[in-house]
């Protein structure tokens, strides 16, 4: 045991050093299929001698370990008993005794765990976490209330369900006595210990976690435990939103637990406020005047910045609140509130100029993004914007007079015209800043572009002599009212915003790049994009050179990828003019090729090599018609290294462009390099890491087609059939596994599947028995019609099915043709789904012998199938269109660890008869050929099996 901690204490120390990471998480990998590896872990965390760094690499590994192997999709666990068993015994007690660090990642495994086994596989849980909880020794109670906080927390974004209810009624039966009776002797230990720095602040973080559970256990209902105790509980509350102590005067920077603990109590606040205000009501204005003193008395220090932001969250939750709102209703109020509380707020601080110096990158994360929900100006704004809501007319005249006061001195001071522009940008708009089209709806008091004209039009076109802030404020006012803008004065504001790109200042040309792209985004009413390829093809090489030689300056792995905005606006300036990149296609592949090899050393911001490789994607999808080759060619050398090198972050990029540029030409031959491909396709290893699996199944189906020779003389038909039912087995894979066989059946002969196609049946009818789901149901009717559609020619046809499905099984084929295969094809709604459902059917009625002979009812049931689809004769167009290519949303893009699809490689709807251009007149054509090849018989059938109706109808096709 001591020689395999020691064995994995040495990987786990290797993946921190970049040059032997890969090699080092490989060997972590094939570890992890060994028996009892997550408990060699956590020997590993609770080994003090071994260094921290270590044991906190453990407990990551733990973590994420736990997240993909405890259970199965089903929730069946995929360790031994013994293991979990020993885990749970364990992990409690481990998380208690661990430094912070290590506590943060273990109580997140035990959230995982949580997730699957609380509370009925584990309902000792919580009477082991009671039992631990210590009235004198602060260490323990907080290690228990971590692990407690970790469980309940999942509630707070949960919808109610009665499995939700009982679990929290479970929770509380056995904790929420404890609980109470914890709250007292907290408050009982920090009175007590008023002078003892170390215990007061122990002390204090056990209050910041019982208002925080206090938050958890009150998220979705009003438990009766609290609102019994809800008037004590509110003089503890009240008690510490206007508790000081000098122990806690000093740092500027950091929050200390008496701030963390102020904040904690207004979120609860504004959940009280926000969801029980009935019972909340007696004490809220108790509160208000506690908050507002509060927010006038705290300096503009960044330790309070948190403390800030909830208490001014919790301010526009009373503000919502009709019966309170009107508390800020006077004139002198709200000058009060502006004065007091927004403009202290919202003004710029030297700690906002250091950050916009000297951590750029941070400065437009915080400002754009809304990842500054908790900073002092998002949350004052909001604050400001729920009083407009209220009161417009009034709020806009009060806040206007400061606005014209502080333009007044603008042209001396820039700060005081910041603090203008900012607030004129908070009141105008209404609602948020959307991400698709900026601010949506405009206080009818104002007028924006005449607004811009005066005061901030010249910040914008100015050369010189303005402060960056100030033309970063320009731009953000371009970009915020981006859709009040009319097409024409779009046109006069975009050259001196490109213009922008060129400023040495790394904010300002970044935000040029962020209103650029965003622009090139906007739609019209009608759907349309608002500059189109011709209003920018002129511009686009110099702009695209500019850009990528901004990303580019610094060749650092880190550094290069550090500004996803860049690379998302050279994406977007690339899918608006489509294939008129062709005459620089080979210097924009110079640089995307470039970065790809330099980032690939040291994937860091998912963000940024997301949008890179949708920027490539976009080559490939406009100009792979005309360039697939060369695109190829280029391609292969990074491509190829990306697989080599296993860049696990990259690899279902590089299948997912891949399998484009295949499906981009089908008739073209497999080129050798893709053959090189198909042997290691077709090991199981690509296909154990989770994020691969979308890309590497798209990617095999599109090469299906094109290697049928290949696949056939290396023997690999069956390793590939082997991957189809291991997808299959998956719920979130069995649409992958679907894709992998119809480009099977498709592509392969009858007597070359024939071996194989019982037990493909066998595994697809084994589904179909249990609760299929309705995309389930789909795709196999969409495998049927395809097998169906191929016919003789191929060697299949509907007859070929049906002797494999009655060879498993005597008369299984009856009831799953007229349950599922009929009635599923009447719900398909896209056209090429229809369209195989037509051809399908036509090849049934005209070629096979089983409804020609035993299935004669099914026949009429057949043909008045394929009557109602041609009803809505299915119109399939092929090509790309101009339609907007939208990316994902990247915010939730894991580490490797996830999948995202590349919009720019979308696999449209697949069409396996694109020859077939018009329905109606094919089913008439084959129609009339089969009839004169049977002698008639169709027309036989026809009079015999249907109604005199649909003769009729059928008889159109067969004139």
Not at 430 to 435: E, F, M, W, Y
Not at 514 to 528: M, Y
Not at 942 to 955: F, G, I, Y
Request: hydrophobic share 40%; net charge negative.
């Amino acid at each position: 045991m001591a020689a395999e901690i020691g064995h994995i204490a040495q990987l786990l120390d290797a993946t921190l050093d970049q040059h032997q990471h890969r090699k080092a998480e490989n060997a972590l990998r094939q570890e992890e299929k060994k028996p009892n590896y997550s408990l060699t872990l956590l020997n590993i965390v609770a080994s003090s001698p071994l260094p921290p760094k270590t044991r906190l690499a453990a407990a990551l590994a733990f973590k994420n370990f736990i997240r993909l192997n405890y259970v199965d999709e089903e929730g069946n666990y995929k360790l031994s008993q013994d293991e979990v068993a020993t885990i749970k015994q364990e992990l409690v007690g481990l998380m208690i005794s661990s430094p912070p660090n290590i506590q943060t990642q273990l109580g997140e495994a035990i959230s995982i765990i949580a997730d699957s086994d609380f509370w009925k596989r584990w309902d000792t849980l919580i009477q082991d976490l009671v039992s631990r909880l210590s009235t004198t020794d602060y260490k323990v109670t907080n290690g228990v209330l971590e692990v407690a906080h970790s469980i309940f927390v999942r509630w707070r974004p949960l919808f109610q369900s009665n499995d939700l209810y009982e679990e929290i009624n479970h929770v509380l039966s056995i904790f929420g006595e404890p609980y109470i009776r914890m709250l007292s002797v907290v408050d009982q230990q920090i009175e007590a210990n008023r002078s003892d720095p170390t215990a007061l602040k122990g002390w204090f973080d056990t209050l910041s976690l019982l208002v925080k559970i206090f938050y958890d256990l009150s998220c979705q209902d009003l438990p009766p435990v609290l609102e019994s105790n809800l008037g004590p509980i509110a003089a503890i509350l009240l008690k510490y939103l206007s508790y000081s102590n000098q122990i806690f005067d000093g740092d500027d920077d950091e929050a200390t637990a008496l701030e963390t603990v102020k904040a904690d109590v207004c979120e609860v606040l504004q959940l009280y406020t926000t969801k029980f205000d009935d019972d909340f009501n007696t004490y809220a204005d108790q509160f208000t005047n506690a908050v507002w003193h509060l927010l006038s008395t705290v300096g503009p220090e960044k330790r309070y910045d948190l403390l800030v932001s909830k208490a001014l969250h919790f301010l526009t939750a009373i503000a919502s609140v009709p019966r309170h709102a009107q508390n800020f209703s006077s004139e002198e109020t709200l000058g009060q509130v502006v004065e007091k509380v927004i403009l202290p707020n919202v003004a710029l601080r030297e700690s906002d100029i250091e950050m916009f110096e000297d951590e750029p990158i941070e400065f437009i994360r915080r400002d754009l993004e809304g990842s500054d929900t908790d900073s002092r100006r998002r949350a004052a704004t909001d604050f400001l914007r729920k009083l407009l809501e209220n009161f417009e007319m009034l709020v806009t005249q009060v806040v206007f007079k400061y606005i014209n006061h502080y333009l007044g001195i603008g042209g001396k001071d820039w700060k005081a015209k910041d603090t203008a522009v900012y607030l004129f940008l908070a009141i105008a708009a209404k609602g948020s800043v959307t991400a698709a089209q900026g601010v949506k709806t405009v206080n009818q008091y104002v007028d924006v572009v005449d607004f811009f004209q005066k005061n901030v039009a010249s910040d914008l076109v100015a050369d010189e002599g303005v402060e960056p802030i100030s033309k970063v404020d320009a731009i953000k006012y371009l970009h915020n009212f981006r859709s009040q803008l009319s097409k024409e004065q779009w046109q006069a504001a975009f050259e001196p915003l490109i213009k922008n790109l060129a400023s040495t200042n790394y904010v300002v040309y970044t935000y040029a790049a962020i209103a650029v792209e965003r622009v090139l985004f906007l739609t019209t009413d009608a759907g349309q994009p608002l500059f189109s390829r011709t209003d920018i093809e002129p511009f686009a090489k110099g702009l695209l050179e500019h850009l990528f030689n901004l990303v580019e300056r610094d060749p650092s792995p880190a550094k290069l990828q550090e500004n996803e905005f860049l690379m998302r606006c050279i994406m977007r300036v690339l899918i608006v003019i489509k294939d008129g990149v062709a005459p620089i296609l080979d210097g924009i592949l110079d640089h995307l090729i470039n970065i790809t090899n330099i980032i690939k050393a040291n994937p860091s911001n998912p963000r940024f090599y997301y949008y890179h490789f949708e920027a490539v994607g976009a080559l490939v999808r406009y100009c792979a018609a005309t360039s697939g080759a060369k695109l190829e060619a280029r391609l292969w050398a990074p491509f190829s290294s990306v697989l080599n090198e296993e860049v696990t972050e990259f690899v279902p990029y590089v299948f997912q462009i891949f399998a484009a540029l295949l499906e981009a030409d089908r008739s073209s031959a497999l080129s050798d390099n893709f053959k090189t491909l198909i042997t290691p396709l077709t090991t199981p290893t690509v296909w154990e890491t989770r994020g691969n699996v979308p890309g590497c199944a798209r990617f095999l189906a599109a090469i299906i087609p094109k290697a049928t020779g290949e696949i056939q003389a290396g023997n690999q038909l069956e390793p590939v059939l082997g991957i189809f039912q291991q997808l299959l087995s998956g719920k979130k894979t069995e649409q992958n596994a679907f894709d992998i066989l119809e480009a099977i059946v498709g592509s392969f002969q009858g007597p070359v599947l024939d071996q194989y196609f019982g037990t493909i049946l066998r595994i697809v009818f084994a589904k179909l028995q249990g609760n299929p789901s309705d995309s389930y149901k789909s795709r196999f009717v969409r495998f049927y019609h395809l097998v169906s559609a191929r016919g003789f020619e191929a060697g299949l046809g509907t007859d070929y099915f049906i002797k494999h499905a009655e060879a498993l099984q005597a008369g299984v084929f009856t009831p799953i043709y007229l349950n599922i295969i009929l009635q599923t094809t009447s719900q398909f709604a896209r056209p090429v789904d229809r369209k195989l459902g037509v051809i399908s059917f036509t090849k049934t009625l005209c070629d096979s012998t089983a409804f020609a002979q035993r299935y004669q009812k099914g026949w009429g049931f057949t043909c008045n199938n394929l009557l109602d689809l041609l009803k809505n004769a299915a119109k399939v167009t092929a090509g790309v269109g101009d339609e907007i290519v939208t990316e994902a949303d990247v915010d939730d893009i894991g580490f490797g660890i996830g999948y995202t699809p590349l919009n720019t490689c979308k696999r449209g709807p697949r069409d396996d008869f694109v020859e077939i251009t018009n329905v109606e007149t094919w089913v008439s054509g084959y129609m009339k050929a089969a009839d004169q090849r049977h002698s008639g018989a169709i027309v036989k059938f026809a009079d015999e099996r249907l109604s005199p109706e649909a003769k009729q109808v059928l008889a159109t096709y067969l004139q």
